[in-house]
């Protein structure tokens, strides 16, 4: 008899054969108690075949290591389990696709064996589709079975967990179809297994899909299926491959049954952790804690004011609803506080209708929201105002600490912290798109545990020897948790671990702090998370000082928003007026209407999610431009982002008697399409740009994207390569540049490594390359006297007989045309600068690198800042009016140059209203060094340093609130 025992990151199975054949089969999930359901697993094959004393035994799966290790027992990797196992069922396969709990692998059968693997994140796994499922409070099988039902996809981030709930909870604010986004959530596993671990390797040929998502959620067989054009196969007994390879190795020793099973049975891991000191040294620490803690109190069973007015705030967080009513004494009346289950509508209606209920002669005379769901709440329950996050949380803390000088607030998925300076916020920190160290960070845990999560942070108050899991993010620190539960570590001290690990990714990744205790002197900390004493307690140890936490932490944006409103009606003169919020009347009405349209105003074609509320109030969300609302921004003509698009867009396609040379509009040819268009032209070749980018230009080339990690615009250049191909010129040409032009600002003038050799990137790994002529050799635009000889030899490579003289002057028309394209920008940024400043109005230097001028890239970004009003000009139009300066970093690259030089023009401009935003990619490692470079200079100048990662995903929630945080800042909004 031969047994295998799949250990994998979450489940456990075990398949048994006799001889050649499968006798015995099981699988459950283990909860990480690998010891005890092994055991039990293995008595329960004991039970079946009492006859059998000994049997082969091997072990497999991403977490049977340990166990092999330390009693003894053979243990195959589960790759070569799983080979032995297709090859003996599946003959002919030649690509297996397999996802499990936290791990997913892609292996290569046919041709060179090859295998692909997560690492440690768990981005895209059923632990992914797992949590996505909580999130909309389906079960896994549901939300395969709804993801059937759908009519559109949305761009969901599917590399982490807590990326994907961010894009999500967007969604579902908007008011998103549940069965869409299901579909989109597989779509999103698809796009992260193929573009994460094919590596840029087609999968071709007979695919075997194994693993447990695979098996059970059809609909994600189905997605696979159709972005791979191929019809897999998911054999019976799937979930079994890797236990049946492992019973089939050769590897396999006799043990006794009874034996072995006794010695899993009393299995305990021998490895030790490394902790941290406790959060309380004893009860009584404990008790002086809750005790001071006590006095940072509201009312919150205060009475109307005696004619019966109040004041109602919403806060429709990212995974929670809070709602506050506030007397004109501004005590808490009425409150909630509530999960929002993906749509908060249905529960500000219901919480409306109890506040009419519960107070029948309420006046309310002000209402305001705020949070992720402000303008569907606004919009939809007729409310007064809309109030930035940012400011409702500092309206709040006010009334706690009116000398406060530095605020928190942890919520479910963001963090938010804001210096405050004479009154006025100061500087403002948000998380971007991750939400590691937030509320959803312990919840996800304490759900994973199996226990309520105020119970889970109870179990970590008293704690002797917390976990010292440092700062990192949710899915890596599964695997870390895990490990601590195998070397013995309890509960207790994995919730207190976690709750350090919270703050610590608070203060050294959000805020980025080199001195926690330099915070401030008077500290509010709010949100949810820190109602958590284990948080709290965290936070105070790891700075060095108390801090003051209302009672009301979980509630400060809704009794904000409250304050707020009271704030703005007594400002308007109209305190007595009513408030135009919706009656108990009108509540009983109300209905709620949902359609999902495309838009075609312009060429982003955006999906739009068209809200529709009785009264005929409406509310569109997921455009990118004003046309569908059908407002117009005063500023919107003044945006250089779309005149630079224009000058662009005027170099048009053409043919030549030499024959048609591609081009892909990507990387640095957003700012050297010009130069190359004119050169060509020139010598008689046609010019055919790639088309603009998109979603699906992007799946285009997806297949032979070779990292995951490299920057979203350079994974593009992939579906521009895949779409010129179609169109077959008669050569593409995308050279190799080491160096940029000098504009004399920097110590050298280089391009970054991606932009200078991602040419060598594509010839390597886009097959269909090798089918055309690919010019991608090396070229220095800054050798300008030598240029023309060494342009002529590529050439003549490619296209023998042209002479160099018919080059050398293409050359000089092609640098005359450069240099008149980038003083049309230079001079038309100076002509809105003057505009701005006649007009009195805010100037926005967006600032990055030539390619974020893609739409795909930047998502709207300029488009959404002329929404607030501002105008909007670039790094590259206002850098020549800055005289070279010494930088603190060695200063070598071009578009950083500019950078720098932006920033110090708006340091030393003396002008509040111009201010500096930095577009950063993710997956850009430099940008780590010139984010730091651009705060520094900016702060030098006392301005405010705004950075807004950007990526392949389109959720603008966390931008709208950094945008709208910094004008009100700025005193140029609310």
């Given at each position: 008899m031969k047994?295998?025992?799949?250990?994998?990151?979450?489940?456990?199975?075990?398949?048994?054969?006799?001889?050649?054949r499968?006798?015995?089969?099981?699988?459950e999930?283990?909860?990480?108690q690998?010891?005890?359901?092994a055991?039990?697993?293995?008595?329960?094959v004991?039970?079946?075949?009492?006859?059998?004393?000994?049997?082969?035994?091997?072990?497999?799966?991403?977490?049977?290591?340990g166990?092999?290790e330390?009693l003894?027992?053979?243990?195959?990797?589960?790759?070569?389990?799983?080979?032995?196992?297709?090859?003996?069922y599946?003959?002919?396969?030649?690509?297996?696709i397999e996802?499990?709990?936290?791990?997913?692998?892609i292996?290569?059968l046919?041709?060179?064996?090859?295998?692909?693997m997560?690492?440690?994140?768990?981005?895209?796994?059923?632990?992914?589709?797992?949590?996505?499922?909580?999130?909309?409070?389906i079960?896994?099988?549901?939300?395969?079975?709804?993801?059937?039902?759908?009519?559109?996809?949305?761009?969901?981030?599917?590399?982490?967990?807590?990326f994907?709930?961010?894009?999500?909870?967007?969604?579902?604010?908007?008011?998103?179809?549940k069965?869409?986004?299901?579909a989109?959530?597989?779509?999103?596993?698809?796009?992260?297994t193929v573009?994460?671990?094919?590596?840029?390797?087609?999968?071709?040929?007979?695919v075997?899909?194994?693993?447990?998502?695979?098996?059970?959620?059809?609909?994600?067989?189905?997605?696979?299926?159709?972005?791979?054009g191929i019809?897999?196969?998911c054999?019976?007994?799937?979930?079994?491959?890797?236990a049946a390879?492992?019973?089939?190795?050769d590897?396999?020793?006799?043990f006794?049954?009874r034996?072995?099973?006794?010695k899993?049975?009393n299995?305990s891991?021998?490895?030790?952790?490394?902790?941290?000191?406790?959060l309380f040294?004893?009860?009584e620490e404990?008790?002086?804690?809750?005790?001071r803690h006590?006095?940072?109190?509201?009312?919150?069973g205060?009475?109307?004011?005696?004619?019966?007015?109040?004041?109602v705030g919403?806060?429709?967080?990212?995974?929670?609803l809070?709602?506050?009513?506030?007397?004109?004494?501004?005590e808490i009346?009425?409150?909630?506080?509530?999960p929002?289950?993906g749509?908060?509508v249905?529960?500000v209606r219901?919480?409306l209708?109890?506040?009419?209920?519960?107070?029948?002669?309420?006046?309310?005379l002000?209402a305001?929201?705020?949070?992720?769901g402000?303008e569907i709440?606004?919009?939809?329950?007729?409310l007064?105002?809309?109030?930035?996050e940012?400011?409702?949380?500092f309206?709040?803390?006010?009334?706690?600490?009116?000398?406060?000088d530095?605020?928190?607030?942890?919520?479910?998925?963001?963090?938010?912290?804001f210096?405050?300076?004479?009154?006025?916020?100061d500087?403002?920190?948000l998380?971007e798109?991750?939400?590691?160290?937030c509320?959803?960070?312990l919840?996800?845990f304490?759900?994973?545990?199996g226990?309520?999560?105020?119970?889970f942070?109870?179990q970590?108050?008293?704690?002797?020897s917390p976990?010292?899991?440092?700062?990192?993010?949710?899915?890596?620190?599964?695997?870390?948790?895990?490990q601590?539960?195998?070397?013995?570590?309890?509960?207790?001290?994995?919730s207190?671990?976690?709750?350090?690990?919270?703050?610590?990714?608070?203060?050294?990744?959000?805020i980025?702090?080199?001195?926690?205790?330099?915070?401030g002197?008077?500290?509010?900390?709010?949100g949810?998370?820190?109602?958590?004493?284990?948080?709290l307690?965290?936070?105070?140890?790891e700075?060095?000082?108390?801090?003051t936490?209302?009672?009301v932490?979980?509630?400060?944006?809704?009794?904000?928003?409250?304050l707020?409103?009271?704030?703005?009606?007594k400002?308007?003169?109209?305190?007595?007026?009513?408030?135009?919020?919706?009656t108990?009347?009108?509540?009983e009405g109300?209905?709620?209407?949902?359609?999902?349209?495309n838009?075609?105003?312009?060429q982003?074609?955006?999906?739009?999610?068209?809200?529709?509320?009785?009264?005929?109030?409406?509310?569109?969300?997921?455009?990118?431009?004003?046309k569908p609302?059908?407002?117009?921004?005063?500023?919107?003509a003044?945006?250089?982002?779309d005149y630079?698009?224009?000058?662009?867009?005027?170099y048009?396609?053409?043919?030549?008697?030499?024959?048609?040379?591609?081009?892909?509009?990507?990387l640095?040819?957003?700012?050297?399409?010009?130069?190359?268009?004119?050169?060509?032209?020139?010598?008689?070749?046609?010019?055919?740009?790639?088309?603009?980018?998109?979603?699906?230009?992007y799946f285009?080339?997806?297949?032979?994207?070779?990292?995951?990690?490299?920057?979203?615009?350079?994974?593009l250049?992939?579906?521009?390569i895949?779409?010129?191909?179609?169109?077959?010129?008669?050569a593409?040409?995308?050279?190799?540049?080491?160096?940029?032009?000098?504009?004399?600002?920097?110590?050298?003038?280089?391009?970054?490594?991606v932009?200078?050799?991602?040419?060598e990137?594509?010839?390597?790994?886009?097959t269909?390359?090798?089918?055309?002529?690919?010019?991608?050799?090396?070229?220095g635009l800054?050798?300008?006297?030598?240029?023309?000889?060494?342009?002529?030899?590529?050439?003549n490579?490619?296209?023998?007989?042209?002479?160099?003289?018919e080059?050398?002057?293409?050359?000089n028309?092609a640098?005359e045309?450069?240099?008149?394209y980038?003083?049309?920008?230079?001079?038309?940024?100076r002509?809105?600068l003057?505009?701005?400043?006649?007009?009195?109005?805010?100037?926005?230097?967006?600032?990055?690198?030539?390619?974020h001028l893609?739409?795909?890239?930047?998502?709207?970004?300029?488009?959404?800042i002329?929404?607030?009003?501002?105008?909007v000009?670039?790094?590259?139009?206002?850098?020549?009016?800055?005289?070279?300066?010494?930088?603190?970093?060695?200063?070598?690259?071009?578009?950083h140059?500019?950078?720098?030089?932006?920033a110090?023009?708006?340091?030393?401009?003396?002008?509040?209203?111009?201010?500096?935003?930095?577009l950063?990619?993710?997956?850009?490692?430099?940008?780590?060094i010139?984010g730091?470079?651009?705060?520094?200079?900016?702060?030098?100048?006392?301005?405010?340093?705004?950075?807004?990662?950007?990526?392949?995903?389109?959720?603008?929630?966390?931008?709208?609130?950094?945008?709208?945080?910094?004008f009100?800042?700025?005193?140029?909004g609310?």
């Open positions: 047994i295998g025992l799949d250990v994998g990151s979450t489940t456990l199975k075990c398949v048994v054969y006799d001889g050649d499968p006798v015995f089969r099981e699988y999930r283990h909860y990480s690998i010891a005890e359901k055991s039990h697993m293995l008595s329960r004991m039970e079946q075949f009492p006859q059998a004393k000994s049997a082969e035994l091997c072990v497999s799966g991403s977490a049977g290591m166990l092999s330390d003894g027992i053979p243990f195959v990797q589960e790759v070569y389990a799983t080979r032995i196992a297709v090859k003996k599946i003959p002919d396969g030649d690509v297996v996802l499990g709990g936290e791990d997913a692998k292996l290569f046919s041709g060179s064996m090859e295998v692909r997560n690492g440690s994140c768990a981005g895209g796994t059923g632990a992914f589709i797992d949590q996505m499922a909580t999130l909309l409070d079960t896994p099988g549901e939300l395969d079975k709804i993801a059937g039902e759908s009519q559109r996809t949305y761009s969901i981030a599917s590399r982490c967990g807590v994907a709930k961010s894009d999500i909870q967007a969604l579902l604010n908007q008011g998103a179809q069965d869409d986004i299901a989109s959530i597989l779509t999103a596993v698809v796009n992260q573009a994460g671990l094919a590596q840029g390797r087609e999968i071709t040929g007979q075997v899909y194994l693993g447990g998502p695979l098996t059970f959620l059809p609909q994600l067989r189905r997605a696979f299926d159709s972005i791979l019809t897999g196969v054999p019976e007994n799937s979930l079994y491959y890797v390879g492992a019973a089939l190795s590897s396999a020793e006799e006794g049954l034996e072995i099973t006794g899993i049975r299995y891991s021998s490895h030790s952790y490394q902790s941290s000191e406790a040294a004893n009860e404990y008790r002086k804690f809750v005790e006590k006095r940072d109190s509201v009312p919150t205060g009475e109307l004011s005696p004619d019966g007015g109040a004041y919403v806060d429709a967080g990212s995974t929670t809070k709602a506050a009513v506030v007397n004109r004494a501004g009346v009425y409150s909630r506080y509530l929002n289950n749509n908060p249905p529960l219901d919480f209708l109890d506040l009419y209920k519960a107070f029948p002669e309420i006046r309310i002000g305001a929201s705020t949070g992720y402000e709440i606004k919009n939809a329950f007729r007064d105002f809309g109030v930035v940012t400011i409702a949380h309206t709040a803390a006010k009334k706690f600490q009116p000398d406060v530095f605020i928190i607030d942890i919520g479910g998925q963001d963090i938010k912290c210096k405050i300076k004479n009154g006025a916020i500087n403002i920190f998380n798109a991750c939400s590691s160290g509320g959803s960070f919840q996800t304490a759900g994973a545990l226990y309520d999560m105020n119970d942070a109870r970590g108050l008293f704690a002797d976990v010292d899991l440092g700062s990192r993010c949710t899915v890596f620190m599964n695997s870390s948790v895990k601590a539960q195998k070397d013995g570590a309890t509960l207790g001290n994995i207190a671990g976690l709750s350090m690990s919270v703050v610590k990714n608070a203060l050294y990744k959000v980025r702090v080199t001195d926690a205790r330099s915070l002197k008077h500290i509010v900390v709010q949810g998370t820190f109602l958590n004493d284990a948080v307690r965290a936070f105070e140890k700075i060095g000082q108390n801090v936490r209302p009672s932490a979980g509630l400060m944006g809704a009794y904000g928003a409250a707020y409103a009271m704030e703005r009606k400002a308007s003169g109209g305190e007595e007026g009513p408030s135009g919020i919706l108990a009347q009108k509540l109300f209905s709620h209407q949902v359609k999902s349209i838009c075609n105003g312009c982003n074609h955006c999906r739009l999610t068209v809200n529709t509320f009785s009264g005929g109030a409406k509310f569109t969300a997921g455009n990118r431009c004003d609302l059908q407002k117009h921004s005063l500023t919107a003044y945006n250089l982002y630079k698009k224009q000058l662009l867009a005027g048009t396609p053409c043919e030549g008697r030499r024959g048609t040379i591609g081009i892909p509009i990507g640095n040819m957003f700012e050297l399409y010009p130069f190359w268009h004119r050169f060509f032209t020139a010598l008689g070749f046609g010019i055919l740009p790639s088309p603009e980018s998109d979603r699906q230009l285009k080339g997806q297949h032979t994207i070779p990292s995951d990690t490299v920057c979203y615009p350079a994974k250049m992939h579906g521009h895949e779409a010129l191909l179609e169109q077959k010129p008669d593409i040409f995308y050279p190799c540049m080491s160096y940029n032009l000098d504009e004399h600002k920097g110590d050298n003038h280089y391009n970054c490594p932009v200078a050799y991602y040419p990137v594509l010839d390597a790994n886009v269909a390359l090798s089918e055309t002529k690919f010019i991608y050799d090396y070229v800054h050798r300008r006297r030598d240029f023309p000889t060494k342009m002529t030899a590529i050439l490579r490619y296209f023998p007989g042209i002479p160099e003289k080059v050398k002057a293409a050359a028309a640098y045309e450069y240099a008149g980038m003083e049309k920008i230079r001079r038309k940024g002509e809105y003057r505009y701005a400043k006649e007009h009195n109005l805010p100037v926005i230097i967006l600032s990055g690198r030539p390619y893609d739409s795909e890239i930047n998502h709207g970004i300029d488009k959404l002329c929404e607030c009003g501002a105008v000009v670039t790094e590259d139009s206002v850098s020549d009016q800055v005289e070279k300066f010494p930088t603190k970093v060695l200063n070598q690259w071009t578009y140059t500019r950078l720098y030089a932006a110090r023009y708006v340091a030393e401009s003396g002008d509040p209203r111009i201010n500096l935003v930095q950063v990619s993710f997956g850009c490692g430099v940008d780590a010139t730091d470079e651009v705060r520094s200079i900016l702060e030098a100048g006392d301005r405010i340093y705004t950075q807004i990662k950007i990526d392949e995903i389109t959720n603008l929630g966390a931008v709208r609130i950094r945008l709208r945080s910094l009100a800042a700025l005193g140029l609310e």
